[in-house]
């Protein structure tokens, strides 16, 4: 009787198959949507799912500004930048963040839950956030991703 040997693939770059989606933020809670974006930039929606690959597909969020969060955190979450300096701490509320930047709420969200490393900041690359409802980047022919 002959052994039989089962091989695992992994994913590469010329194996990679890159999709574009377009994710409508209206009415969507922050967290919850930035967790599955994160995980369609990472690429965990795919069978050939590789750590060490870039398999992610590239995101493109509109209505940004829409979006809203649990609770009371649209009044209380507050986003903190350290300059390193003595007294260079800055705070921000999420309401004057979304009235100045509303494009920095995702963009943050979603970067706390990629790989701190040269990889997760690849795949940062491949999100784009829109505060309107147009973009950009209709050549590349994005579907409609629903979660």
């Not at 052994?3 to 770059?13: C, I, P, Q, S």
């Not at 870039?54 to 903190?80: A, L, P, R």
Request: one cysteine or more; hydrophobic letters at 35%.
């Amino acid at each position: 009787m002959s052994k039989l040997h089962f091989t695992t693939k992994h994913a590469n770059e010329a194996t990679v198959q890159r999709n574009w989606y377009v994710v409508d933020g209206t009415n969507q809670t922050v967290g919850r949507i930035s967790s599955k974006i994160a995980a369609v930039l990472r690429g965990k929606n795919k069978a050939y799912y590789t750590p060490h690959v870039d398999c992610g597909d590239y995101i493109v969020v509109i209505n940004c500004e829409k979006m809203v969060f649990t609770g009371n955190k649209f009044e209380d979450k507050q986003y903190i930048n350290y300059s390193g300096y003595p007294g260079g701490k800055k705070e921000e509320s999420a309401i004057s963040l979304i009235k100045r930047r509303p494009e920095a709420v995702i963009e943050r969200a979603v970067k706390g839950m990629l790989p701190k490393n040269r990889l997760g900041r690849k795949m940062f690359g491949k999100l784009f956030v829109y505060a309107g409802d147009k973009h950009p980047h209709t050549a590349q022919q994005p579907k409609e991703l629903k979660f």
